[in-house]
């Protein structure tokens, strides 16, 4: 069965960190660019960050740049998302997703070529 699993989302107050996970099974996760999205309530779904599949390239929403890293893991065929300096506005549900080889730049945050699978989101709060 070909499924991306997310985890690692919770509550943290703000100024904390989050290692959010996106795991494949049933397919290489290498073979793919991968993006992180997320979407409050209400709110229109945005890019959060997104690495190429030979992980050389990596592209962050302006709202996270300098406080986000994406980061593959081979071994875990995982896809990491280290978030710090956590933020209420980082409120959401995160998704992650695979498709294509490269990632794009969107004024919505970076976006894949086509959207092959996605994971069933893991919810984050950042609240005192």
């Known amino acids: 069965q070909l499924q991306l699993v997310e985890s690692g989302g919770g509550l943290v107050q703000p100024g904390g960190s989050l290692r959010l996970s996106c795991a494949a099974s049933?397919?290489?996760?290498?073979?793919?660019?991968v993006g992180w999205f997320r979407q409050a309530p209400g709110k229109e779904r945005e890019g959060v960050a997104c690495?190429?599949?030979?992980?050389?390239?990596?592209r962050y929403a302006e709202s996270v740049k300098g406080r986000s890293t994406i980061l593959r893991d081979k071994v875990k065929n995982t896809v990491w998302l280290q978030m710090n300096s956590l933020k209420a506005e980082d409120t959401a549900v995160y998704y992650c997703?695979?498709?294509?080889?490269?990632?794009?730049?969107?004024?919505?945050?970076?976006?894949?070529?086509?959207?092959?699978?996605w994971g069933q989101g893991t919810q984050v709060t950042v609240s005192s």
């Open positions: 997703a695979v498709g294509g080889a490269v990632c794009y730049d969107d004024p919505l945050g970076p976006v894949l070529a086509r959207y092959d699978y």
């Open positions: 049933g397919f290489i996760l290498d073979n793919y660019a």
């Open positions: 690495i190429s599949s030979s992980g050389n390239s990596a």
